[in-house]
Every structure is written in C-alpha cells, then in structure tokens.
C-alpha cells in the first residue's frame, strides 16, 4: 500500500536557492518563489528579466449539493485575467464573467497572516481577504451584467479553524531546470451567498454543514508553452465534508500528475501520481486512475457543462475549458477509508497557455 508521511511546511518553498519539493503540511508562511536563480538556466540577461516570466494564480471553487462557483485569477509582470463561473445544477444555468486587465493588476500575496487581493473595474469587483491570525478568508465578488447576463453579487467566508479544515503545500521542479512551482490549497466549511438580480431574482445561501470551499494558490515558473489539467471534487460523504484534487502538467516530454490528494474529516492524505486521460473528447468521459489501486474515477461532465475560451493576443495565447460534472467509481485513503462515489459533484479544467 502506498504510505507518505507529511511532514510540517518549510517557512519558505525556496531556501538559499533549494527547492522544497514534494508535498507539506499547513502552508508557507513566505509564499515567494523570486528567490531562486535563473530558473531557465545560465542565460546572459539580467535576473529581474527572469521575474516576467513568474506566473501566480488564485482559484476558489464552492459547492453544495446544487450550485457551484468558480472563480479564477490569473497574473503576470505583462498582462492579468479574471474569470468567474456560477453553475446551477437543477437547471443547468450558467453565468460567465471574465475580464482581461492590465499590468500589475493582480498580485498574489506573500503573506496569507494579513493581506489581501483586490481587482476593481467599473463592471468587476474581486476582493479576497487572508485573515489567517483570525481562521479566516472572505471573497467579495460583485459584476454588472449586460443585454445577455445578470448582476451578480457574491460572498463567501471560509472558516478554517473549523474542525473539517485543512491545508496542505506543495513544492515542484521541472525537469533538469531550476524552474519551479510553488502551491497552496486550503479546503474548508463555507457560508455566504450568491444574489442573481435578473427579471426573476435568486438568492443562493450558502451553510457551512451543506457547502465546502477549495482555494488554490499557486507561483512558479512555467515552460513557453504549458498545458495543464485540473479536476476537484468537492462534497459530502456520509456526512463527512470530502474533497479531491488531481493537478497535471505536461512539457511536451512524459505526463505526469504530482498533485493529487484528498481533504477527508479535517485530514489530508497524498495520493500517488494519477494519470487523466479523455479518449471520447472533453466533453464525454475523463478517465482518472494510478498505479497504486487508491483511484479508478470517470469523471462525466454535465451535458450543458462545458465553458470555452480562446484568446489570441500578440505573443500570448489561450485555450482554456472549464467543465462541470460528477465523479463515479472508487476512491481510497492511504490509511484505508474507502470512497464508492456516485454523482459527486465536481469542476475539471484543460488549459493550453502559451507565451
């Protein structure tokens, strides 16, 4: 049986030039990766050259048994992007809201202890506060429709001192390179709400005993071009709060899934590398399994649940899906719980960056 003890995070992910690779309890307390010299080997340019080229992004996704959202941030030196998605599953609504801006608008924190993120546009309001001190993250998200969609206004505050809480880091290098990724999940109870103001208003409440909320936080240094799937469960099982993710990257050499691993009752638990795969397309079947016996998922997206984009901007480009589905099959701990999962709500993304 595959068993990983974890051990306490490093209070940096790089130390004089060394990466902390692998997988941590709690979080970073220094969440910065501009440490490291020339990621991408011994060019002869100036190193704040190489700072252009760091990439950090946010994403919180909440669920219960009806309504996800999702909301997605993403920064550069050069350019930024926002997104948020709100899917209703009863009726398989969904909202969109996105928003490329400029430079610097978007900085992820060092800290989480006592900072916070904020992007402010006529039509685009995102503010998230780390307030760790005091177990807690408020998200503020307000955007102003349009001939096609709604106002939306949404707030979300996760509790993590809340005994079904938890948080784990990660830390990976790439190949012979020094490039390297940082990140950080923190998985916890939510409660807030989601106010639709349409021709027929809807106000979606969240609870902590019926919903869950999932941010990722991650910094690093990427290839040219990276192509990266994602996919996160988020849930109850037999009235425990249950969350999974599985993070794969490919550089055009071999795939391979590091990140994978479950929030179960207050407890995380590192999986094996995973390998997805989508033999009918993305939007029929996503096939999840390791070598290990701890996962053999199909994760089927919803029939309506697929959001595409596509961006095309000078030297950048984009092709970024977001699907909303159910997971199915079997699911197992390193410790030995077993999770026969059936319609267990949950998010997968495909994206192709390139600049």
Known sequence: MYRLELNQAPIYPIEKDKNSTGMYKGLFDCFDVNFIKRPFGNFPVPGFFFRFRARSTITLTCADENFISKTYLFGTHLFCFMESIFWEKSTGRKLSYRRLTPFFSFRSPVSLIDSSVLIRFPSRIVKIFYKLREHKIDTFLEFKGDAVRPDVKASFYMDTQRKEAAAVSFGRRWSLKKMFQASMKIFSPVSGSVIVNGEAPVIHLF???????????????YFLKTRIHVLTGLGFYEGKSLSFYFAGEWNFSEPQTVESGIFYDGKSYQLPPVKITRP?????????????????????????????????LFILRTDYHTVFGEFEGLLKTTKGDKFNLKAFPGTGTKKLLRM
């Open 207 to 221: 609870t902590p005993e019926k919903a869950v909320a999932f941010m990722d936080m991650r910094k690093g240094y």
């Open 280 to 312: 009918f397309g993305i939007t029929r079947n996503w096939i999840i399994q390791d070598t290990e016996s701890l996962v053999d998922l199909v994760f089927v997206p919803a029939k309506d649940g697929d959001i595409h984009r596509n961006l095309s």
